[in-house]
């Protein structure tokens, strides 16, 4: 008889990247994913080397190759009058951290993903199929879910919630003391600009990172440096109130212009040159300690959802996999195995958690608060900014 399939609810990077380490190991993996589509809204993604390492390994990187591009430095200016504040080379990132920085499309990088998934025989995607529920035994899960209006069920030898942040799985392992995500009051702004659109200098291949109090905007080329990646973070005391569904909403730019009136004119120029904004309430949630109970885990924002201000979410997640892929690899019990990964994970997911949400807090300063920072930034240097980053980029486990 057939060896019961590991299975992975959901099709994000964390499914998909965790599908892959399954296979790796020898076992069978079956994704179900509740979007009829496997596809990603959003726009760009910063890949760091902590995550390219492992996109290299099971063969994604190289089907990324074109669509990503390795920026040249990192640029922190202030707000108020574009003054560079400092600038981190990742030219060395490679000779640094073992691995590139690059930023890709999301829709490339699922794309890379689901091509290396397809060419796998061990592992089954079935697309429109929610998971709405769960037991499980010594030996094995049941998983409800439903297609439409049918109910389904299918058997696995385990489960993996990598079901994002409103993780179906997690509300159903019931782990003490959680408890649900809760709205950070600030809202994300994304556009994707054709660089036919804007000043030439914008197509530079480096990430641009501008500081302003109470707000700040990230932007990069992507795509052969054929649009330019815009994301800009508000603080909003409403952002979160809302249905939490809705995720991707257009929004009408002149709230941002309005939002950013008082930056300098090159950051405004920017925000100027699309129409087309989309926002995204963003969502906090406490870490956990524990998110595995026997055969049942929990992967990516399902287990420690992130603020974006470190761009470690996605990063997270595909660590988690190669985790995943690592304790599989060296124990049989698949239950055991759920335990090792958790153990390897839980201190720094919650650490990155923790960190993420201090960053924004230092990204959002208004004065004095904000003198003293630049003032430490311009006082570090190149080389010092970069090795604080190592923690982070040169996680090899
Ligand atoms: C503004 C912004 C910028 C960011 N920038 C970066 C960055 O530069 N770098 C970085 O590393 N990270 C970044 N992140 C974080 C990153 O986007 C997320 O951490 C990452 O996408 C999480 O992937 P995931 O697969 O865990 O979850 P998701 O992407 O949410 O995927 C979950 C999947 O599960 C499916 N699903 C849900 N419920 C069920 C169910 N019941 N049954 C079956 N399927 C289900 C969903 O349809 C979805 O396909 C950013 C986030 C934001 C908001």
Redesign the pocket.
């Known amino acids: 008889m057939k060896e019961l399939p590991i299975i992975i609810?959901?099709?994000?990077?964390?499914?998909?990247s965790a599908a892959l380490a399954v296979a790796r190991t020898g076992r069978r993996a079956l994704v179900?994913?509740?979007?009829p589509r496997?596809s990603?809204a959003?726009a760009?993604?910063?890949?760091?080397p902590n995550?390219t390492r492992h996109l290299r390994r099971w063969g994604v990187a190289a089907r990324l190759r074109g669509a990503a591009l390795a920026p040249r430095a990192v640029i922190i200016r202030r707000a108020r009058d574009g003054a560079v504040l400092a600038r981190l080379p990742l030219d060395e990132a490679e000779k640094r951290w073992g691995a590139p920085y690059l930023?890709a499309h999301?829709a490339d990088l699922q794309r890379a993903l689901a091509d290396a998934v397809a060419e796998v025989e061990e592992i089954e995607l079935r697309s429109g199929?929610?998971?709405?529920g769960f037991s499980a035994d010594e030996e094995k899960v049941a998983v409800g879910?439903k297609h439409g209006l049918i109910r389904l069920r299918f058997d696995g030898a385990a489960l993996i919630g990598?079901?994002?942040?409103?993780?179906?799985?997690r509300q159903r392992l019931n782990i003490a003391g959680d408890s649900p995500p809760r709205a950070a009051h600030r809202t994300?702004w994304?556009a994707t600009i054709p660089v036919s659109d804007l000043p030439k200098q914008f197509a530079a291949p480096q990430v641009n990172l501008w500081l302003g109090k109470r707000a700040h905007v990230v932007h990069y080329p992507l795509r052969r440096g054929t649009c330019v990646n815009v994301?800009a973070?508000v603080e909003d005391p409403a952002a979160g109130g809302e249905n939490p569904d809705f995720w991707n909403e257009p929004r009408d730019p002149a709230l941002l212009q309005r939002a950013f009136a008082r930056w300098h004119g090159t950051a405004r120029d920017l925000l100027a040159a699309s129409a087309d904004w989309r926002t995204?309430p963003?969502f906090d949630r406490t870490p956990l300690a524990h998110w595995s109970a026997g055969r049942v885990t929990l992967?990516?924002?399902?287990a420690h959802?992130?603020l974006?201000f470190l761009?470690?979410?996605?990063?997270?997640?595909?660590e988690d996999a190669a985790a995943l892929e690592r304790a599989l690899s060296s124990d049989n019990d698949i239950a055991a195995a759920f335990a090792t990964y958790q153990a390897a994970r839980s201190a720094r997911a919650a650490r990155l958690q923790a960190a993420a949400r201090k960053q924004g807090d230092i990204y959002h300063m208004g004065q004095p608060a904000a003198f003293a920072r630049d003032l430490v930034m311009r006082g570090l240097g190149p080389q010092r900014m970069l090795a604080r980053q190592d923690w982070i980029y040169d996680y090899r486990e």
């Open positions: 609810a959901g099709a994000g990077i964390a499914g998909l179900l994913e509740k979007a496997v990603e959003g760009g993604i910063q890949l760091s995550a930023v999301r199929v929610g998971v709405a879910a990598a079901d994002g942040l409103w993780s179906e799985v994300a994304r994301v973070i995204w963003l992967a990516g924002d399902a959802p992130m974006p761009a470690q979410g996605a990063a997270q997640a595909i």
